[in-house]
């Protein structure tokens, strides 16, 4: 006969051997949710993807270098997502250039940032996706600046809000980075670091890139000629705790919302950036593209307004699918800012800056033009001819 103590004994040891099949099959359950963590779940945006993936594909069936098979291994389903996101919008020259290795590399990268930060959680879905997870900024060669710098940048900012980082961020490219012309090529952010100076374009760059590595959302944002001088500018933006803030790159200043050209953005015509993919967010898009979107940020700067262009035929209908071209004159020349397309009803839109611009129209060899002041009116009637 077993004894009250031996009983006791093998109740305990069945009760600890259940806690422990308990235990075992909860972190079970917890790594099976971490593996299938959702990064995407915007339908229409998923469907483009699938669509560009089959562009893709298409485009490189003849292809010698071994682009697809990284979709093969057991990847998680955010870094499968976040690797479709990014082949399905990547140039065609980067697929041929760089290695499907280092593409993943950089995406784990942005997501443990996105994981180690306290803002991570709270990145939208479109501004994670658009201004985080992309590394490409402007055209430069792409290099291993956020897998080398991780460590680097978040010990400088440990502790820090969102706000604080992107600041003592821009303090950290400043050390690095200093103002000088170049080329027109814009260099990698290690070749900036090498070199320690760069034009704004290359500076915007260069700090977007580090804003990124610390999984802040960052872009580049362009005013393509200024109004009121020869030249143009670029500087960057910074997505902080639900509204974006602007700051001169490598330009460190006490607060967000400060720079030089404070002044000279409130008479821009056209403020524009560049997002990586096809973009469904609520920011006015300037050209949608299969592979990036422009989109139109005139009016966090300055007062805007929407002009209409209405261009005929000859014979008085809407000249469907005709260019028009906004010029503003700059360095002796009208400069095209932006680029449109009329509708179906011969009708082509902008949201500007409130000066003077040179509206260009062509279609089949036949074109218009006239200056169009933008606080005087809002819409202009343009007549293709044969001149």
């Not at 590394?135 to 710098?149: G, K, Q, T």
């Not at 200093?178 to 900036?192: E, H, I, V």
Request: include cysteine; proline fraction near 4%; charge should be neutral.
């Amino acid at each position: 006969m077993r004894t009250i103590s031996e009983k006791r004994y093998k109740v305990t040891s069945a009760m600890r051997l259940t806690g422990l099949l308990l235990m075992i099959a909860c972190a079970a359950i917890v790594t099976s949710c971490r593996n299938r963590q959702t990064l995407i779940s915007n339908q229409q945006r998923l469907d483009d993807i699938d669509r560009m993936l089959k562009v893709q594909k298409e485009l490189t069936k003849n292809s010698k270098t071994d682009i697809w098979s990284i979709f093969d291994d057991n990847l998680k389903d955010d870094e499968q997502q976040a690797m479709q996101f990014v082949y399905a919008y990547m140039p065609l020259s980067d697929l041929a250039d760089y290695s499907s290795s280092f593409f993943l590399a950089n995406v784990k990268r942005s997501l443990e940032a996105r994981e180690a930060t306290a803002w991570g959680s709270t990145l939208p879905e479109d501004v994670f996706l658009h201004f985080v997870l992309p590394l490409r900024v402007n055209n430069e060669n792409l290099d291993s600046f956020r897998l080398v710098m991780y460590p680097e940048i978040m010990e400088r900012i440990k502790g820090m809000n969102m706000k604080e980082a992107a600041l003592e961020i821009n303090h950290w490219c400043h050390e690095k980075v200093n103002y000088r012309g170049t080329d027109s090529r814009t260099s990698a952010p290690l070749s900036t670091i090498k070199k320690s100076f760069g034009r704004c374009g290359e500076e915007s760059t260069f700090t977007v890139s580090a804003m990124r590595v610390a999984g802040i959302p960052a872009r580049q944002v362009y005013t393509p000629r200024w109004a009121h001088s020869d030249d143009n500018h670029a500087w960057v933006e910074v997505w902080i705790d639900g509204k974006w803030y602007y700051l001169g790159a490598c330009e460190p200043e006490p607060e967000l919302n400060m720079g030089w050209f404070d002044e000279p953005s409130r008479r821009t015509m056209l403020v524009h950036t560049r997002a990586y993919g096809r973009y469904f967010g609520e920011e006015d898009v300037v050209a949608a593209n299969d592979r990036f979107s422009e989109l139109n940020l005139t009016s966090n700067y300055a007062t805007v307004k929407d002009i209409y262009i209405k261009v005929e035929n000859p014979e008085g209908t809407p000249a469907d699918s005709a260019k028009v071209e906004f010029k503003l004159y700059n360095y002796a020349e009208y400069y095209p800012i932006a680029i449109g397309f009329t509708d179906k009803s011969g009708v082509a839109r902008l949201k500007t800056g409130m000066g003077d611009l040179l509206i260009w129209a062509s279609k089949d060899g036949k074109f218009a033009w006239q200056k169009f002041s933008v606080p005087e009116a809002d819409t202009l009637m343009l007549t293709l001819k044969n001149r």
